[in-house]
């Protein structure tokens, strides 16, 4: 490689293609790392527009001699998405749907479209592409063709390679070939080798090759239903024909790089049922998978009791359907267009269980409630070993994560490798696709610990060999990467990895298409891991606490008791990349403002990245920390939904990284305009009030909105809610001069801005809900919660408000007192927020006595308590939940208790976060922005005939901003029901 500059290189790329190139240092890093265990700077980073950019950039890069390394979502386990040259992310631009055929049954796409997406797509021609990996939220077809990805379904539908009809690749030449089945000798043949071109050169090599050895590549590849270790030889020359899009399959941008493919696509079925077995006995389950094949399922998926017994704790759920002792549990899936026979085929296995006697306890479901309530119960057992701490080991770390071998040996595998891992006294954690005899094993390891680092290498022999000694491949759908490159020879043998060698030869002769992945090592690289005994990391001056007792909202998502350092917070982060497919399809809400914006930044993966690339760059961060592009990145990217919190995989609060990060900036440069406005947002407010209705009218006048917006921030387009002259304290006073209770129960309202000072009328609609369950209210002195402040880089000024207001509701709290929340966004900072920055007996003992409104009453209803006297609401509605009500886990309370109401008839509108962002949409420059990322859900409000309710005042208002129709809040159904 040519010593070239990242900005030299960047130069020369922005004159030869249209699409984005990144050469900033603090840019590279976002792409540093995947969904592997990596940190790997690149020279530079392209996002291609066409075919034409990419062509371009694989001659600049043949030229100067620079590796080139294509990537997706991002979400490869052994680090095929990194590299030290150029990084090629289609996923912004080149990611459409360039045809559909129903008839035909194919689709043509670009590789960087996300299955999910793609997914999405063809449901509305009743079609699917169905390998469907757990990934398929986040990974693209690119990706899944490079990796031969599999999945669930195999066990009925094969894999990616089974479904590739033609490719259009470049080569290192920078030549475009079209990849497709030819039969040898045919007339299309000879007339493509007669013209001479690297393609004829390639396909005449091929033939040679793989005639020559034929019958070594049939005796060396392992008969299984998927494998993704090597190149897929054996499936590229049968009956005389040659089919080149094949090769590509598995081969992970080692050959060339996809720009379009051609995929075969199949009927949905139309119906589907589940049926949940649980054995006592590992070979009892190996004994019915067996049996369960033979009729002909869609799936079959095994969970080990290892993460099964590991998560009961936080998930008790799970008791339900798996009883203790459970050795293992399969999950096996039937589906079809006849449910008869799909009745008849459960109805023949759980007859032959029965005769064998294997297993403990079944469930079985046909419709679609009962089955998401089953595989949520695997889903939830799979998505704990991504948080699973012990001792300070993990099992993120993946270096035996896919073994596969023929579904009759899988038991024996098992066994064999719990032996070789308890041998070297590691914990494991299992699951697996058992149809296929593929098993997803991962060890529990600090590889900050020199001990677990050096096992590495001994445990991947040792259990590498005893796959290969069962009939059976290193990897099943994953990949080899740059952890199993080495482990080739042991797979297939010295004579067929050198044929493997000839054929990278042939199509890239260059050697600059992803070297060191699948090929070219003869030791596993564990240089460039982002942990590592020798790993020392910069130490940063922590403005928040990274250190004791966590929230009951936190314990309760990821099971943790203690808070995660900083540092492990940010290695919490596995780099799946969900926090990008999952937003653009509607599966997840995280992260909004990527669902929007589209940029890696955007992403929680991508300003994770960037704060790796602080803890470890050898320059002093402080110049970068202060800078107008930090500021952008940490304050722009980012609107403090906290969904991470609740929908990572890992659980990671990439929100309180965030306001870390602010703080930094902060300290040295001061708030940013518009920010520090909602920091002091008491003091605004109260002269809002003081000079209402004047202040309401200047509110609405052009004039002084471009004043608000020069001196103060704000943005001249983004509407405020209305200024009330009497606040609520004041009008609770009066109220209570006039009104006495006989409420024998008591408990604190926490009122916080809005109602005080621009709705105080509903904070008196709930001080009269709470009367009529019984309670006297009390509302002792208080400050606004205090969120902006921490979330914003004050938490100097945050500690100061929530010291204020802990004191004053701890010694009710301390009575067993509840107090109760209207804002969603004061419930969180009570419950959550307080605690990183007060680590007191006290702040905890408020933390565990809150309640959001709809909560408290729901728990009134739960212990028999609650005043279920309601008035008729005849209304058909939906709701959508404000992202803070979703973070504090009370989803189910909230709209239980308004399905309480008679006559009312509720209903979810989950289109994604409304894009508000507390204080990021009132910021100058951001209301565009926040509009655009709560474009999903403004668009089914206005398609909407029913009335729509919202839990949260800030997402009404942009609610209403964004739809221009009119929007209820939750609690306005509640005032109805009791008639205040």
């Known amino acids: 490689m040519l010593a070239l500059s990242p900005e030299k290189v960047a130069s020369d790329l922005r004159k030869r293609i249209s699409g984005d190139v990144l050469s900033e240092a603090w840019q590279r890093a976002l792409y540093a790392s995947d969904a592997s265990s990596y940190f790997i700077m690149p020279l530079c980073v392209v996002l291609p527009k066409s075919k034409d950019d990419v062509i371009e950039v694989v001659k600049y890069a043949s030229e100067n001699g620079i590796p080139l390394t294509a990537r997706g979502g991002g979400s490869s386990l052994l680090g095929q998405s990194v590299g030290e040259g150029i990084i090629i992310d289609f996923s912004k631009y080149m990611n459409r749907v360039l045809e559909i055929n129903p008839d035909e049954n194919y689709v043509i796409v670009e590789p960087g479209i996300y299955k999910s997406v793609l997914d999405k797509i063809l449901a509305k021609y009743g079609k699917m592409f169905p390998p469907d990996p757990s990934s398929s939220d986040f990974c693209t077809i690119g990706g899944m063709i490079s990796t031969n990805a599999a999945g669930a379904h195999t066990v009925k539908y094969g894999t990616t390679i089974d479904?590739?009809?033609?490719?259009?690749?470049?080569?290192?030449?920078?030549?475009?070939i079209r990849c497709r089945r030819l039969k040898t000798d045919s007339e299309e043949w000879k007339k493509l080798i007669s013209e001479n071109m690297h393609e004829a050169r390639i396909y005449e090599g091929l033939r040679k090759l793989l005639e020559e050895h034929d019958e070594l590549i049939r005796e060396r590849f392992p008969k299984l239903s998927k494998n993704s270790s090597g190149y897929r030889l054996d499936k590229v020359f049968n009956d005389g024909f040659i089919d080149l899009g094949k090769l590509f399959a598995a081969s992970e941008g080692t050959l060339g790089i996809i720009v379009s493919a051609k995929l075969r696509i199949v009927n949905k079925p139309k119906h589907t049922a589940l049926v949940l077995l649980n054995f006592d006995d590992l070979h009892k389950a190996g004994a019915a998978v067996q049996e369960v094949l033979k009729l002909k399922p869609s799936a079959i998926e095994m969970v080990d009791r290892s993460l099964i017994d590991s998560s009961r704790n936080l998930y008790p759920e799970i008791?339900?359907?798996?009883?203790?002792?459970?050795?293992?549990?399969?999950?096996?899936?039937?589906?079809?267009?006849?449910?008869?026979?799909?009745?008849?085929?459960?109805?023949?296995?759980?007859?032959?269980?029965?005769?064998?006697?294997?297993?403990?306890?079944?469930?079985?479901?046909?419709?679609?409630?009962?089955?998401?309530?089953?595989?949520?119960?695997?889903?939830?057992?799979?998505?704990?070993?991504?948080?699973?701490?012990?001792?300070g080991k993990s099992a993120n770390f993946t270096f035996i994560e896919d073994l596969v071998v023929p579904p009759d040996r899988l038991a024996e595998l098992v066994d064999s490798v719990s032996k070789i891992l308890k041998k070297h006294n590691l914990n494991f954690l299992i699951s697996g696709h058992a149809g296929d005899g593929n098993v997803h094993l991962r060890p529990l390891l600090n590889l900050n610990d020199k001990k677990d680092f050096d096992l590495i290498p001994i445990v991947a022999s040792e259990v590498f060999e005893l796959t290969k000694s069962l009939g059976g491949s290193i990897s099943g759908e994953h990949g080899d990467g740059m952890i199993r490159a080495k482990y080739l020879r042991l797979q297939y043998g010295e004579e067929l990895l050198k044929v493997f060698l000839d054929i990278k030869r042939l199509l890239d002769p260059a050697n600059i298409m992803n070297p060191g992945k699948k090929l070219g090592l003869n030791d596993i690289k564990l240089e460039g891991l982002r942990t590592r005994p020798d790993i020392r990391l910069r130490e940063f001056k922590t403005q928040l606490l990274w250190d004791g007792k966590t929230s009951s909202i936190r314990k309760l998502l990821s099971g943790y008791d203690k808070k995660p350092s900083l540092v492990e917070e940010v290695e919490l982060c596995v780099g799946c990349g969900l926090c990008k497919g999952g937003a653009l399809v509607g599966t997840s809400r995280m992260c909004p403002i990527f669902a929007a914006l589209g940029d890696e930044v955007d992403s929680c993966r991508g300003r994770i990245n960037l704060l790796r690339w602080l803890l470890r760059t050898e320059n002093s961060p402080e110049k970068f920390i202060s800078s107008e592009v930090y500021k952008e990145v940490v304050y722009e990217h980012c609107i403090q939904c906290r969904m991470c919190l609740l929908e990572c995989t890992a659980n990671v609060d990439v929100g309180k990284i965030m306001a870390e990060m602010r703080a930094w900036y902060s300290s040295v440069k001061g708030i940013p305009k518009g920010y520090r406005y909602f920091i002091e947002i008491d003091k605004y407010a109260?002269?809002?009030?003081?000079?209402?209705?004047?202040?309401?009218?200047?509110?609405?006048?052009?004039?002084?909105?471009?004043?608000?917006?020069?001196?103060?921030?704000?943005?001249?387009?983004?509407?405020?809610?209305?200024?009330?002259?009497?606040?609520?304290?004041?009008?609770?006073?009066?109220?209570?001069?006039?009104?006495?209770?006989?409420?024998?129960?008591?408990?604190?309202?926490?009122?916080?801005?809005?109602?005080n000072y621009n709705d105080p009328e509903l904070g008196i609609a709930i001080v009269k809900i709470l009367e009529l369950n019984g309670f006297q209210v009390i509302v002792p002195p208080q400050l606004s919660s205090g969120l902006p402040a921490i979330n914003e880089g004050a938490p100097s000024i945050g500690r100061k408000i929530a010291e204020f207001n802990v004191m004053n509701l701890a010694p009710y709290a301390r009575n067993g007192?509840?107090?109760?929340?209207?804002?969603?966004?004061?419930?969180?900072?009570?419950?959550?927020?307080?605690?990183?920055?007060?680590?007191?007996?006290?702040?905890?003992?408020?933390?565990?006595?809150?309640?959001?409104?709809?909560?408290?009453?729901?728990?009134?209803?739960?212990?028999?308590?609650?005043?279920?006297?309601?008035?008729?609401?005849?209304?058909?509605?939906?709701?959508?939940?404000?992202?803070?009500?979703?973070?504090?886990?009370?989803?189910?309370?909230?709209?239980?208790?308004?399905?309480?109401?008679?006559?009312?008839?509720?209903?979810?509108?989950?289109?994604?976060?409304?894009?508000?962002?507390?204080?990021?949409?009132?910021?100058?420059?951001?209301?565009?922005?926040?509009?655009?990322?709560?474009?999903?859900?403004?668009?089914?409000?206005?398609?909407?005939?029913?009335?729509?309710?919202?839990?949260?005042e800030l997402c009404r208002l942009q609610i209403e901003a964004g739809s221009g129709k009119k929007i209820g809040l939750t609690i306005d159904i509640l005032r109805k029901a009791y008639g205040v």
């Open 163 to 176: 479904y590739i009809i033609s490719l259009e690749v470049v080569l290192s030449s920078g030549e475009v």
């Open 319 to 391: 008791n339900e359907f798996i009883p203790k002792n459970t050795t293992a549990s399969l999950y096996i899936e039937f589906e079809g267009d006849d449910l008869g026979e799909i009745e008849k085929s459960i109805s023949e296995l759980e007859e032959f269980l029965k005769n064998k006697n294997l297993v403990v306890s079944s469930f079985r479901a046909f419709d679609l409630a009962g089955m998401k309530k089953l595989w949520s119960v695997r889903k939830k057992s799979l998505g704990f070993a991504y948080k699973f701490k012990q001792d």
């Open 686 to 755: 109260r002269i809002g009030s003081m000079f209402a209705p004047i202040s309401n009218w200047m509110m609405k006048s052009k004039f002084f909105r471009i004043l608000a917006e020069y001196f103060i921030g704000l943005d001249r387009n983004r509407n405020l809610p209305p200024f009330h002259r009497k606040t609520f304290k004041k009008m609770f006073e009066e109220y209570s001069k006039t009104h006495n209770t006989n409420g024998n129960k008591r408990v604190v309202f926490f009122y916080d801005t809005y109602i």
């Open 817 to 952: 007192i509840p107090i109760v929340c209207f804002s969603p966004a004061a419930s969180l900072a009570l419950k959550h927020e307080y605690l990183d920055l007060l680590d007191t007996d006290d702040a905890h003992v408020v933390s565990e006595n809150t309640y959001d409104i709809h909560e408290f009453l729901y728990k009134l209803y739960e212990d028999g308590m609650l005043n279920r006297n309601f008035r008729r609401v005849q209304e058909d509605a939906h709701v959508h939940l404000h992202c803070h009500t979703l973070v504090q886990c009370i989803k189910d309370k909230v709209l239980g208790v308004l399905e309480l109401v008679p006559g009312l008839s509720i209903s979810e509108l989950e289109e994604g976060c409304c894009g508000s962002g507390g204080a990021f949409s009132f910021v100058k420059g951001n209301f565009e922005k926040s509009l655009k990322i709560g474009s999903r859900l403004f668009e089914a409000v206005k398609q909407s005939h029913r009335p729509v309710y919202t839990t949260g």
